[in-house]
């Protein structure tokens, strides 16, 4: 993956942790980030939120009074924050699939298991600016696409093998007499 620079990025860690967030820190200072902005928890996080123009979000899951997934559920479904769209990094020791799917569905952009690694946190930093993911909105569901696959190729019928309900091309092409 390409090199970036990093000294414009503006990045919000949120962490009940005072060690991890001098830690991410330090790992982001290293790469030459020039704007960093912290909060220890979901609330003052929201409140940064509103105040500054963050571009990157890296977060822990369990925090109090309001965890990551209440955090990112909130930042996805405001109205009154500035970026819904923002990415959003989950920081965890949680790395059971249970734990990552939660993380997923509730509209996390990336996912870090801790113990955290320069390399590991390089190579998210890079995924959300490289290869931002299209957000989806649905009646259950407002975040990044979860599907890493490219299929913008596909020219089917269907997108999915199992997906019998699937309006078909030709329907949507045809004339509405």
């Known amino acids: 993956m390409e090199t970036y620079d990093f000294s414009r990025l503006s990045v919000l860690i949120v962490d009940d942790s005072t060690h ?3 830690l991410v820190r330090a790992i982001l200072v290293a790469f030459g980030c020039k704007h960093i902005h912290e909060a220890s928890d979901g609330p003052k996080a929201l409140s940064q939120l509103r105040g500054s123009n963050i571009d990157v979000i890296i977060m822990d899951w369990m925090m109090d009074p309001m965890d990551g997934i209440e955090l990112t559920k909130a930042i996805r479904s405001s109205d009154s924050l500035p970026n ?3 990415p959003i990094i989950m920081l965890t020791g949680h790395s059971t699939m249970n734990c990552i799917l939660e993380a997923r569905e509730s509209g996390v952009t ?5 113990p955290i690694t320069p390399k590991g946190l390089m190579d998210r930093l890079q995924l959300v600016i490289a290869k931002p ?3 989806v909105r649905t009646k259950t569901f407002f975040g990044p696409d979860r599907r890493r696959k490219d299929s913008s190729f596909y020219r089917g019928p269907k997108r999915r093998e199992d997906d019998g309900g699937m309006i078909e091309i030709d329907d949507l092409e045809g004339d509405a007499a």
């Open 110 to 114: 990336e996912y870090l298991a801790k």
């Open 133 to 135: 993911r299209p957000f």
């Open 84 to 86: 819904p769209y923002i």
């Open 20 to 22: 991890i967030r001098r």
